[in-house]
């Protein structure tokens, strides 16, 4: 499974953003995707999860009510809705998949796509 992640930016505080992350390979609708997040200078975090069918979802407590995980599986597309932007929420953001039905631990993933960056202005 490739995975392909996309949509960050430069957004001021208050905004949205939506990103993507794209699965190539033929049995990438089976897995639990995860959003994760790391900022310069410090440790990689979960940030939301999704089971393979989209029926149970999952999120860190500091982007819950603001940020929406789904997919799509007819188009291999998971997204991560995320609203009332912080300066905090400022990091790169990659996705990841794995047969974990939705984890919050990164080392439950086993395929993970490039990032793309999110830059939230105060």
């Known amino acids: 499974v490739q995975l392909q992640a996309y949509g960050g930016g430069l957004v001021q505080a208050g905004g949205s953003l939506r990103l993507s992350c794209a699965a190539f390979?033929?049995?990438?609708?089976?897995?639990?995707v995860g959003w994760f997040r790391q900022a310069p200078g410090k440790e990689r975090e979960f940030v939301a999860a999704?089971?393979?069918?989209?029926?149970?979802?999952y999120y860190a407590d500091s982007v819950k009510g603001r940020f929406t995980i789904s997919r799509e599986n007819a188009k291999n597309t998971v997204y991560l809705q995320m609203n009332s932007l912080q300066p905090e929420d400022t990091a790169v953001y990659y996705c990841?998949?794995?047969?974990?039905?939705?984890?919050?631990?990164?080392?439950?993933?086993?395929?993970w796509g490039q990032g793309t960056q999110v830059t939230v202005s105060s």
């Open positions: 990841a998949a794995g047969s974990n039905g939705g984890s919050y631990y990164d080392s439950q993933y086993d395929y």
């Open positions: 390979g033929r049995t990438s609708s089976s897995y639990a």
């Open positions: 999704v089971s393979w069918n989209g029926g149970s979802t």
